[in-house]
């Protein structure tokens, strides 16, 4: 079993920066897709970003060119490393594990087997 441990949410400022970290246990973290995800209040979860087991990585364009998505495989972590937030950032940050082919990009939430358990990021105005 993988279990997903997320940290680093909090209440921020507009244009501040926070880093979230994704901690894995379980199986091979190098073998998995890791993703993030974000739901707002009202709204569907969806699609950050994500860095893939060969490093590819991609990213929705909302955030593209202010989030940073790594993974350490020695440490079994994953970040989302997010500067110039904005008040629509504002939702809960989520962390995925999958494994999909690798001509498939993971961007559905149904690409991933195990989640965790979500972070809150609040952007002030």
């Known amino acids: 079993q993988v279990q997903l441990v997320e940290s680093g949410g909090g209440l921020v400022q507009g244009g501040d920066s926070l880093r979230l970290s994704c901690a894995v246990s379980?199986?091979?973290?190098?073998?998995?897709?890791m993703g993030w995800f974000r739901q707002a209040p009202g709204k569907e979860r969806e699609f950050v970003a994500v860095?893939?087991?060969?490093?590819?990585?991609y990213y929705d364009d909302s955030v593209k060119g202010r989030f940073t998505v790594s993974r350490d495989n020695a440490k079994k972590t994953a970040y989302l490393q997010m500067n110039s937030l904005k008040p629509e950032d504002t939702a809960i940050y989520y962390c995925?594990?999958?494994?999909?082919?690798?001509?498939?990009?993971?961007?559905?939430?149904?690409?991933?087997?195990?989640w965790g358990q979500g972070t809150q990021v609040t952007v002030s105005s």
């Open positions: 860095v893939r087991r060969n490093n590819h990585i």
């Open positions: 379980g199986r091979t973290f190098s073998n998995y897709e």
């Open positions: 995925a594990a999958g494994r999909t082919i690798i001509t498939v990009i993971p961007r559905a939430a149904k690409d991933y087997e195990y």
